[in-house]
């Protein structure tokens, strides 16, 4: 392949639409397809010129990580900046929105706007766990969040899952509920400690 021609990746594609090069949006057509070759332009489009999300759209992405937020209260971690814009575009129907740390630097989010309301909470709280593994690795510490109080040692993360038609917190080892997302009671945590904290089961 010649080297005037795009390689796939996001950022040779993003070079590309920035560019504005007739003869490199061609070779991109070529390449990946006119469908696929608009889509990442409209993507390039984005990331210089975020969207703004729609009523309806900021509603169900504030509604999916309320509980995820709360979790990450819960347990000392500090609250990331979300902010209600679209960075990229997907071929199915989403809602996608834009996870900040200070400094500036972040990452999008996504959830699928034709899964049911708990669906889209796990769904977004994969990408949370993600955004709190970096910020525990930077902080010197263990990056599995949130933590297995089954299994201390060597630690592993909770699994989101649906469960009896909620978000839920499960141990990939036993397979239990531990805590239902939104309702995290870390050891020390305000939760805990309150007359209503909740243990998790045995």
């Known amino acids: 392949m010649s080297s005037d021609r795009p390689v796939r990746n996001g950022s040779s594609f993003s070079f590309v639409f920035a560019s504005g090069d007739p003869a490199a949006l061609a070779a991109l057509r070529e390449e990946i397809g006119q469908e696929a070759s608009e889509r990442w332009q409209r993507g390039g489009e984005l990331q210089r010129n975020p ?14 990580a ?3 937020l709360a979790d990450l209260a819960a347990s000392g971690m500090s609250l990331p ?22 400094g500036g ?8 706007l034709d899964s049911p309301a ?11 766990q993600d955004w709190a593994a970096d910020r525990l690795h930077d902080a010197g510490r263990p990056p599995e969040w949130p933590a297995c109080p089954q299994h201390p040692s ?11 038609g909620r978000a839920a917190w499960v141990c990939q080892e036993s397979g239990q509920v531990i ?17 209503r904290a909740r ?4």
């Open 51 to 64: 969207r703004l999300l729609t009523g309806v759209k900021r509603a169900v992405l504030r509604r999916a």
């Open 66 to 68: 309320a509980p995820l």
């Open 81 to 102: 900046d979300i902010r209600e814009e679209a960075h990229e575009e997907r071929e199915a129907p989403s809602v996608c929105g834009w996870i900040q740390r200070p």
């Open 105 to 112: 630097t972040g990452e999008g989010i996504c959830v699928l």
């Open 118 to 128: 708990a669906e889209q909470v796990a769904q977004l709280a994969e990408q949370f």
């Open 154 to 164: 060597p630690p592993h993360r909770l699994e989101p899952q649906v469960r009896d």
């Open 179 to 195: 805590w239902p997302v939104g309702e995290l009671a870390m050891p020390g945590s305000a939760r805990r400690r309150g007359k």
């Open 199 to 202: 243990r998790p089961p045995h």
